[in-house]
């Protein structure tokens, strides 16, 4: 079933408790995926680049070389960024597996990333000037508690809960997905798409890669790819409801928009509420009343419909 | 519903359990009205409650406050009273419902007042997908929107919208009527066997077998006394959709009668 959720401030300058919004959005929609629990969150642009990483899966098993792998793994990450070009200004470690780091870096970001992921055990979850994506299994209050994301201040965010149907409970399973290699877009997605292996083979011929066997995926990259191609959001969105099959309702974010795409068949739920302060959409409306207590008008887009906003 | 030891445990639409789901005794009953908050309660303590005052207390008019777009409100209420939720329901609010009269301030979610028999439930607001499946009797008024597939497998009754419809608006419909006063999505009336939609904007496309129909009187009269009885004003110019009876050619007998002819 899944739950998918956004929000997008009217006055995000000095930063809104993104983290915390969406948590609450998205643990009032537990019921519709207690698998595991997904952020793609937007922080204040500092022009430093931002990557989150994984160096486990939260279902590895604890071997006795469990702790002694990771800290070997984290020291080749570091030795690469260096050797690359790339200056750190910090690395945190946010679990036992999961990694934050901020840098300086003018070179070549699909480079850089394919030499991250060259190190056993090694996924990039997020690169950007200001985009995180955080994911892990288990519900919103147990992930944002992990991640200390309650007061990650940011100006708008995805989430996303899993029930998983096609894919495995793990954290590359989970939404939301990067948009690999472009830095700043991410997707969560509600649905099934039914002409995933074709896209998948169409963009891996155009060089790029998948790290997980969800078809969500390559709604992330193919968006990203259209809009390196000088598309705006809006239109490779518009594109995506003629070239993906399927049943879906999905929101994208980039460093500045958020947008939401409803297939033909609008199968998928999603309610929307706009009011002079935020953009609150979610797969019910219990979510956005999660954020805001008090009366509000909220509607259900149509079939076939693109919306953006833009911050 | 599981049974552990002698205690029973219920579980919330959340699946949440509810080791002690007993009606929580919270509304202020005044003669035969009553009204409580619901913010702070589960969907199963609101119903709960909700079943207590009707059919325990002998309430006829009860107040909802604070429903907070909570699923599966007011199911199951088979009786003749009146609720008004002062407030949004989620989804699958007022199904299986036979004679009460609702009002909800606010929206619905999907599949409002599924299956209901008889009654009447009022939406000031938009309403979601699938409003009115599989609808048996009574009235359904959405001021606002609905959504796509909303009078799926309508085998009766009134749905009545006074704005916009999503697409395959009355998908399989069987009998009943619908009159909505905006436009229309693809596919209105797609593989319905009979019954009667009314619209008054443009529509997208007509779905499979379903044609335009000749104006009657019989229409007029009928359009006018449901905007009289629901206090909607004048009608809007409307154009008759019903089936073609091409595509399929099932009779109007139900599958008791049916035994018996045949």
Known sequence: MCGIAGIIYADANGGREVGSDITRMLQSMKHRGPDSTGYALFGPSSGSYVMRFTLADANDPRDFEFADRIKRNRFLVEQRLWRYGAQIHDLEEETEYAFRVTFDYDGDLKQLADLVEDVPGAEVLSLGHALEIIKDLGDAESVATQYDLGGFRGTHGIGHVRMATESDVDISGAHPYWAYPFNDVAVVHNGQLTNYFQWKRRLERSGHRFNSECDSEIIAVYLAEKMSDGASLEDAMRDSLEELDGVFTYIAVTEDALGVAKDEMAAKPLVLYEGDDMVALASEEIAIRAVLDREIDTYDPFEGEVMVWQR | ?262
């Open chain 2, 1 to 262: 519903m599981a049974a552990v030891g002698e205690g029973r445990i219920t579980y919330d639409a959340r699946g949440l359990a509810e080791p002690a789901a007993e009606a929580p005794r919270v509304a202020e009953v005044d003669g035969d009205r009553a009204t409580f908050d619901a913010r702070d309660l589960s969907t199963r303590l609101i119903n709960l409650e909700l079943r207590r005052l009707l059919y325990e207390e002998g309430v006829t008019d009860v107040t909802v406050e604070n429903p907070g777009a909570k699923h599966s409100i007011g199911v199951g209420i088979l009786t003749r009273c009146r609720i008004t939720f002062a407030g949004s329901l989620g989804y699958f609010g007022c199904g299986l419902i036979d004679g009460p009269e609702v009002q909800i301030t606010g929206r619905v979610g999907w599949s409002a007042c599924e299956n209901m028999m008889s009654g009447v439930v009022t939406v000031a607001g938009n309403a979601g997908s699938l409003t009115g499946a599989a609808l048996r009797g009574g009235d359904v008024v959405v001021h606002g929107r609905v959504g796509a597939r909303s009078g799926i497998d309508q085998k009766g009754g009134t749905i009545i919208v006074g704005g916009d419809a999503g697409m395959m608006t009355g998908f399989m419909m069987q009998r009943g009527r619908m009159i909505l006063c905006g436009n229309v999505g693809h596919g209105l009336g797609d593989s319905m066997y009979d019954g009667t939609i009314y619209v008054g904007g443009t529509v997208a496309s007509l779905g499979v077998d379903c044609v335009p129909g000749e104006w009657t009187d019989a229409d007029t009269e009928f359009v006018e006394r449901k905007f009289r009885i629901h206090g909607l004003g004048s009608p809007p110019e409307l154009q008759k959709f019903v089936c073609g009876k091409k595509l399929y050619n099932y009779d109007n007998l139900e599958p008791s009668e049916r035994k018996l002819v045949l």
